[in-house]
């Protein structure tokens, strides 16, 4: 969710007050309550200034100095609601008018105050100089004291005008900290968001590989026996073959349902190992394809009628376990695509290397006429998935056409 910028707060350097359109939004509560009360301060201090100077002609002033006082407070004093707006505007009202009106001396505070907020020292400093030089000579000329004493008189004038711009600069400081850690945290916030997405990505990533390793390999085998039987019955129904024994179906089907049940309980294996939290709290960790189990997979694949040379290195049970599983899924990846893409071609497995080298896996079968290396059959998700194995293991994957065969092979280096 984005930063929502309060303009009305916010110093003036960042959200420029005097560009057109920026303050056309209505004043919220809090600006309102702060108005007032600002007005109500200037408007008081106007009250008791005329009430009680300007009026008895306490200071002395001229007929027209004491016309003018009061109308120029007033000016100013209005000024106020405009402040956010026109904070130069109102700085150089309170320069002028201001310094030549004692029923002005609030909201003259109030606005040299709020121009440094709005504008930063770079127009408070020149606008309150300017202030303060205009003040000097008419606090010379009708305060009492001030031309027998002018050093006091001159360095309250100057200590209290550093402070107002002083305040104002260290709100505006304030509040800029304050919008930079908004700004970060929703930077933050973001940049976690886009995590979230990216983990949720690579999770669902993860999840449809294991489905591919587990399912594809046993629906295969389930694909292929049925199509036998169902190959078999037809040539029967057209008296091309004799019909199928009661032990012949009975033995595929229960190929067909021992493959079913393996697929069940691989799948159950890798939903138990997706919902294990990351940090292993149950201290459970499910069972995992190792290369003890090549053995077996090569003759699941041969009991499905596929001819398999296979040939396992020793030693390979030293391999690290996540090496093992994903040389478990380059052999078993090899014989499905070979089940489904060249049926009936003979399938070499090779598994060669040592715990402390280099393992080369590789499977190849007789690829289909006219295929070349750019039109590989089966290069989909399985083999995108193997290579995104791989890669995090430092190793390679490579296929290729050649020789009248399709070859799969992968490179894992293992020395520590």
């Not at 408007?43 to 009061?70: I, S």
């Not at 104002?168 to 919008?179: T, Y």
């Not at 009661?246 to 309980?265: G, I």
């Not at 690829?367 to 750019?374: C, K, R």
């Amino acid at each position: 969710m984005a930063v929502t910028v309060d303009r009305w707060m916010l110093p003036g350097e960042l959200a420029r007050a005097d560009e057109p359109g920026e303050w056309s939004r209505a004043r919220t509560p809090r600006d309102w309550a702060v108005d007032v009360t600002m007005f109500a301060v200037a408007a008081l201090v106007w009250f008791l200034e005329f009430r009680y100077f300007v009026l008895p002609d306490v200071l002395g002033l001229p007929r027209w100095a004491q016309v003018a006082d009061p109308v120029l407070g007033g000016m100013v004093c209005l000024a106020l609601w405009w402040r956010r707006r026109f904070p130069v505007t109102g700085g150089v009202l309170a320069a002028t008018a201001g310094a030549l009106a004692n029923t002005a001396a609030a909201a003259m505070i109030l606005l040299l105050f709020s121009l440094a907020l709005h504008r930063g020292w770079k127009a408070a400093v020149p606008i309150t100089s300017v202030a303060v030089l205009i003040s000097v000579p008419y606090i010379h000329a009708y305060f009492p004291g001030a031309a027998t004493q002018p050093l006091p008189w001159l360095i309250s004038l100057v200590l209290g005008a550093a402070l107002v711009v002083t305040a104002g600069i260290g709100v505006r400081a304030r509040r800029q900290v304050v919008l930079a850690l908004r700004m970060r945290a929703d930077a933050e916030r973001r940049a976690h968001g886009r995590e979230l997405e990216e983990s949720r990505l690579a999770e669902r990533q993860r999840i449809a590989r294991e489905m591919h390793d587990v399912l594809a390999h046993r629906i295969s085998l389930l694909a292929v026996h049925a199509g036998a039987l169902e190959y078999r019955t037809a040539q029967a129904e057209r008296g091309a073959a004799p019909e199928p024994t009661a032990a012949e179906v009975r033995d595929v089907v229960a190929v067909v349902r021992s493959n079913a049940n393996q697929a069940l309980d691989e799948l159950r294996e890798v939903l138990d190992l997706l919902r294990q939290p990351p940090d292993g709290e149950d201290g459970r960790e499910a069972p995992q394809p190792t290369v003890a189990r090549l053995p077996a997979l090569v003759d699941e694949a041969r009991l499905s009628g596929q001819q398999v040379r296979a040939d396992f290195a020793e030693g390979l049970g030293e391999l690290r376990p996540q090496v093992q599983r994903t040389i478990y899924r380059i052999v078993q990846e090899g014989l499905t695509n070979a089940r489904k893409h060249a049926p009936g071609a003979a399938v070499d497995v090779l598994v060669s290397g040592s715990a402390t080298g280099e393992v080369l896996v590789q499977v190849a079968n007789a690829a289909p006429i006219g295929v070349t290396t750019s039109e590989i059959p089966g290069a989909g998700a399985g083999l995108i998935g193997l290579a995104e194995r791989i890669a995090l293991h430092g190793g390679e994957l490579s296929r290729e056409i050649s020789d009248g065969k399709f070859r799969v092979r992968a490179r894992i280096p293992c020395a520590s």
